[in-house]
């Protein structure tokens, strides 16, 4: 579902999983929903964000590997996108803030 070459070596699921409990994707089957609702323009927006590293000369956030493959973010980051464009900008940015008060 997701493209294998985003997958990052050491990615924390459990820091994912609150993301989740907080946005109420409660089922694998509704993140499944989720991601392939959204998959193709979160993927889009991975290679706009290696073109603009490219750009800069930039690895912020990532290493040189990773963009040399033409990949940006990893699993989690991808999963991440996906909820923002299914709740919004505004719901993520709320749930992200609860989350980092906790």
């Known amino acids: 579902m997701l493209p294998a070459e985003n997958k990052r070596e050491e990615e924390d699921y459990s820091d994912l999983m609150v993301d ?17 609702k959204h998959v193709k323009e979160v993927i889009v927006e991975d290679k ?8 800069k000369n930039s690895t912020l956030g990532t290493t040189a590997d990773r963009i040399a493959k033409g990949v940006y973010f990893g699993h989690i980051g ?3 996108m996906s909820l923002r464009r299914e ?14 008060k906790s």
Do not use: N, Y
């Open 20 to 36: 989740l409990q907080l946005c109420k994707v409660e089922t694998v089957g509704a993140l499944r929903t989720i991601i392939q």
């Open 87 to 100: 709740f919004g900008d505004e719901k993520f940015d709320e749930l992200w803030g609860k989350k980092k």
């Open 78 to 80: 991808l999963v991440r």
């Open 48 to 55: 706009s964000t290696v073109k603009a590293r490219k750009e």
